[in-house]
């Protein structure tokens, strides 16, 4: 069993930063492939990028590649997205998850963080 929890939202001003992190319990945080997403009102939730286990492999959506980047620290339990360059359509709730497998659709995530709410303010 895995619990996640995120924190470090805010509101922040376009073209601000902002770094969530993504705090796990249990002993096989490792083991774990780590995901991020979001969701704005009223739309569906979208990957936003995700890292191996190891931390060796990242990738992210095109709408964020270049502006975020995630890292994760297997000592602390934490999984860490850094964003620059935000924007108001950034704006959702970000959650991260955990996969077994590193390519993973959204069905395939074991475990979800409660979320943590990002506003940009144009």
């Known amino acids: 069993q895995v619990q996640l929890v995120e924190s470090g939202g805010g509101l922040v001003q376009a073209g601000g930063s902002l770094r969530l992190s993504c705090a796990a319990s249990?002993?096989?945080?490792?083991?774990?492939?780590m995901g991020w997403f979001r969701q704005a009102p009223g739309k569906e939730r979208k990957f936003v990028a995700r890292?191996?286990?190891?931390?060796?492999?990242?990738y992210y959506a095109d709408s964020v590649k270049g502006r975020f980047t995630t890292s994760r620290d297997n000592a602390k339990n934490t999984v860490y997205l850094q964003m620059n360059s935000l924007k108001p359509e950034d704006t959702a709730v970000y959650y991260c998850a955990a996969a077994r497998t590193y390519i993973a659709t959204p069905r395939e995530y074991d475990y979800w963080g409660q979320g943590t709410q990002v506003t940009v303010s144009g």
């Open positions: 890292i191996s286990g190891s931390g060796g492999s990242t």
């Open positions: 249990g002993r096989t945080f490792s083991s774990y492939a």
